[in-house]
């Protein structure tokens, strides 16, 4: 059996850049992820978007610790590339978020007034204006709020890049180490592999996404850990540079970002569907139909790729970051679309609680223990 000082199920953003925080420290870490490659499930399924703003539904604790993570990245992606020279895509240049009519308006007009007062500056554009600055929007667009705040991260180059710093810093990846059993003995927790495999450590943290209802049967039982699969589909569309917004797009039932010179994603459904990752025709039409509506011109376009993965709902639809209710448990789980932006808040919370020190403030809002009422995520395509 082999030992280490920590075991991180879950070779996504949350259990790499953990991973990366603990062996920096000096930790011995290995990490457990169940498919060929790491990084290739709500991860890949992400656009990169760092969007505490768009993401926004109310002023709560979740809105407080969506903008501390925010406001942790320009520091932590510099970290991340003077560790391992690698451009992962960072750009802190905001993003813009559209109305279609008047009623749209003044909900954005609302929520753009009470986020001023804490997340930056968001500016109204329309008109000409508006549209010389990004000439691909549609008629149906009648203004628009440009949030200087919002990011945005290349994801697949992030999942690589934190892959990089691991190996670097000593983390141990483990590939196809699909987990089956979790068992405390000794002081120790220990874990069985579906082929065979045995690893032991003094601490575990949970990251393994939609995958941790099964991981925790028969050790935890608590709501606002089991996540669940939820499938984003999404399309890239080759798209001229005349046409190429300069920040990402957030539209009605769609969202727009630039990848590259002339890559652009559009995405996501939301799909409560269980396990299933195929790409459906329902799926594209939902995509191309609300891409059309933001920008009629994207009908010329290439389609270059297209893919699905899933990401982690909840019950309550929050997260659940640090220690757990047995001694040397962690969680780093269900930050559903937001695992992205909430990536230097996880890692800081689970390396605080496996290290002994002072967690973000902000991150108690995530505890095992909250209790919230639960919240459906509707079946739908948006």
Known sequence: MEKSDVLVVGAGTLGLSSAWRLAKAGLKVRVLERNAECAQEATFASAG??????????????????????????????????????????????????????????????????QKRRAGAVTRL?????????????????CAFFADGDHWVDNELLGQTLVKACRQAGAVLEVRAEVNALARS??????????GRRFAAKHLLVAGGSWVKGLLAGVVDLE?????????????????????????VHAENVYLVPR???????????????????????????????????AP?????????????????SPDGWPTFGPGPLEGLHFALG??????????????????????????????????????????????HR
């Open 49 to 114: 978007m760092i969007g505490a703003q768009s993401e926004a539904m109310e002023d709560d604790a979740y809105f407080a610790a969506t903008l501390a993570s925010r406001d942790r990245w320009p520091a932590f992606a510099a970290e991340l590339q003077a560790a391992t020279g690698d451009d992962f895509g960072y750009h802190p240049g905001g993003c813009l978020h559209l109305a279609f009519g008047a009623s749209f308006e003044r909900r954005l007009e609302s929520k753009y007034l009470w």
């Open 126 to 142: 329309e008109g000409d204006e508006l549209f010389r600055r990004y000439p691909l929007l549609g008629p149906r667009v009648t």
């Open 186 to 195: 000794g002081g120790l927790w220990e874990v069985a592999c579906a082929d």
């Open 224 to 248: 606002t850990v089991k996540c669940f699969p939820v499938k984003g589909q999404m399309m890239e569309l080759k798209v001229p540079k005349e046409m190429m917004p300069e920040a990402p």
């Open 260 to 294: 590259g010179e002339q890559r652009l994603l559009v995405g996501a459904t939301v799909e409560t569907v269980g396990f299933d990752k195929r790409i459906t025709a329902e799926g594209l039409e939902y995509l191309l139909y609300n891409a059309f509506e933001t």
């Open 297 to 313: 011109d994207l009908r010329s376009c290439e389609i270059t790729r297209t893919w699905a993965g899933l990401r982690p709902g």
């Open 335 to 380: 930050a559903f679309r937001r695992g992205i932006l909430l990536t230097p808040l996880a890692a800081e919370t689970a390396a605080a609680g496996i290290l002994g020190t002072a967690a973000p403030a902000e991150a108690a809002a995530f505890h095992f223990g909250r209790v919230r009422p639960a919240m459906a995520v509707e079946a739908t």
